[in-house]
C-alpha cells in the first residue's frame, strides 16, 4: 500500500514538473517568434480614418451646375457608409433627389488606398488615396477608368474630417472636352430616430 501511494505521488511529481517545463519552453518560443506589430502604413492610417466615417450622413449638395440642379441648388443629399468585408472594405453609398444611387468602395490593395467609384455614367473609375500630413483630410487621384466615358468620369475625391459628427466631401466629375464640375456636400451625422418616430 506504501509503495502504491509512493509511485502515485511520483508520477504526480514527475508530471507536474514536465507539464512546467513544457509550458516554459513554449513561452520561450513565443516570445522568440512574436514581433511587435509593425507601424502602419500612410494608406492603411488613411483607411482607419475613412472607417470611422462609418454611419449615415445628412447635407446639402452645392457646387453644381443649374442644369443638374435645375434651378434649386443646396439639393439634400444622404449618404451612408458602411464597413464590410470583415473589415476589409468601405461602402459608400450617395442618394439624393435625382434617380441615381452611385455607390464607392474604399479598400486596401497591397499598400495602396484605392477607391472604385460605380458611377451613374457607366463607368468605375478608380483613384488612389493618400492622407495629409495633419490627419484632416484623405485625397484620391485619378488612376484608371474603366467603361464607357462618353459622358465623362469621376475624376478625384477628397474627405475631410471636422469632427465626429461632421466632414465634408468635394467630388470632381470630368465632362467631355475636359470641363471639369465639382459638388461639394456639407454632411453632418444623422441622429437616430426616435421610437415613436418609427
Known amino acids: 500500500m506504501k509503495f502504491a501511494r509512493f509511485l502515485l505521488f511520483a508520477l504526480i ?17 513565443k516570445s522568440d517568434t512574436q514581433k511587435p506589430d509593425a507601424p502602419k502604413s500612410e494608406a492603411q492610417k488613411s483607411f482607419d480614418k475613412l472607417k470611422t466615417l462609418a454611419g ?19 439639393e439634400p443629399v444622404q449618404v451612408s457608409l458602411r464597413v464590410t468585408s470583415r ?25 495602396r488606398l484605392l477607391l472604385t467609384h460605380f ?28 467603361g464607357n466615358t462618353q459622358y465623362g468620369h469621376m475624376h478625384h475625391a477628397v474627405f475631410t474630417f471636422i469632427d465626429a459628427d461632421h466632414h465634408t466631401e468635394e467630388w470632381t466629375f470630368i ?17 437616430p430616430q426616435q421610437a415613436s418616430e418609427r
Not at 175 to 191: I, T
Request: hydrophobic share 35%.
Open 175 to 191: 465632362l467631355k472636352g475636359d470641363k471639369m464640375m465639382q459638388a461639394h456636400l456639407d454632411l453632418q451625422r444623422a441622429k
Open 13 to 29: 511529481a514527475i508530471y507536474t514538473a514536465a507539464f512546467a517545463q513544457s509550458e516554459a519552453h513554449k513561452n520561450a518560443h
Open 87 to 111: 473589415g476589409n472594405a468601405l461602402m459608400h453609398e450617395m442618394r439624393g433627389d435625382g434617380p441615381d444611387d452611385p455607390i464607392t468602395m474604399l479598400y486596401m490593395d497591397n499598400d
Open 56 to 74: 449615415t450622413w445628412e447635407g446639402k449638395v452645392t457646387g453644381l451646375p443649374e442644369e443638374f440642379t435645375k434651378g434649386k441648388g443646396n
Open 119 to 146: 458611377c451613374d455614367a457607366g463607368n468605375r473609375p478608380r483613384m488612389v488615396g493618400k492622407i495629409s500630413p495633419d490627419g484632416k483630410t484623405v485625397e484620391f487621384d485619378f488612376l484608371d477608368v474603366a
